[in-house]
């Protein structure tokens, strides 16, 4: 069965930085791009970042490029997300996805873990 | 970026019924298009990717069509348990872009 499960998550302060994990197991986790969409309270998704199966290839939204740094450890089957310079328009749940082309589908996803950015 | 608008917002409708929701794009998209459900409190699940192929395991009473840049969902036969948000999606081009979602509800 597939499992990815986000953790990291919190209350933090303006301007000060977060480091999301989701821990992946039930498939191979390096054959895989992966993704995080974020959902702000009561709000729709929102496409956060995107990286290569291999760690090769990034994408960022243009409001978090150079604030946030997508990673991966295939050895560990874990995906990461470094926040930095955190405003308050990223609180959301943060969800970790599955994202491989051709059809660009958000297949699997975690439960997601809140960020709330509020001092 | 390419910005999806769904319609309605908000739809009510009787279990039987055939529901109809619509996603239209800013551009011409070329039916890269997926479409979720997500019920309350849950992550979001995929129904229908590239318009019209259905996920394994979504019931056949789901179905999408459309091109261009308007695009359909259809419940045959609306159920108990259809009560959600559906979300479209888009991947013609990065970035990846969702629709702000029509939340259904039974009547």
């Known amino acids: 069965e597939v499992q990815l499960v986000e953790s990291g998550g919190g209350l933090v302060q303006p301007g000060r930085s977060m480091k999301l994990s989701c821990a992946a197991s039930g498939f191979t986790f390096s054959n895989y791009g992966m993704a995080w969409v974020r959902q702000a309270p009561k709000k729709g998704l929102e496409w956060v970042a995107y990286?290569?199966?291999?760690?090769?290839?990034?994408y960022y939204r243009d409001p978090v490029k150079g604030r946030f740094t997508i990673s991966r450890d295939n050895a560990k089957s874990t995906l990461y997300l470094q926040m930095d310079s955190l405003r308050s328009e990223d609180t959301a749940t943060y969800y970790c996805?599955?994202?491989?082309?051709?059809?660009?589908?958000?297949?699997?996803w975690g439960p997601g873990t809140m960020v709330t950015v509020s001092s | 970026d390419i910005q999806m608008t769904q319609s309605p917002s908000l739809l009510s409708a009787s279990v039987g019924d055939r529901v109809t929701l619509s996603c239209k794009a800013s551009q011409n998209i070329y039916k890269y298009l997926n479409w979720y459900q997500q019920k309350l409190g849950e992550a979001p699940k995929l129904l229908i990717y590239y318009t019209n192929s259905l996920q394994t395991g979504i019931p056949s009473r789901f179905s999408g069509s459309g091109s261009g840049t308007d695009y359909t969902l259809t419940i045959s036969s609306l159920q108990p348990e259809d009560v959600a948000t559906y979300f479209c999606q888009q991947y013609n081009s990065w970035p990846l872009t969702f629709g702000s979602g029509t939340k259904l509800e039974i009547k």
């Open positions: 990286i290569s199966y291999d760690g090769g290839s990034t």
């Open positions: 996805t599955t994202l491989t082309g051709p059809y660009w589908y958000f297949d699997f």
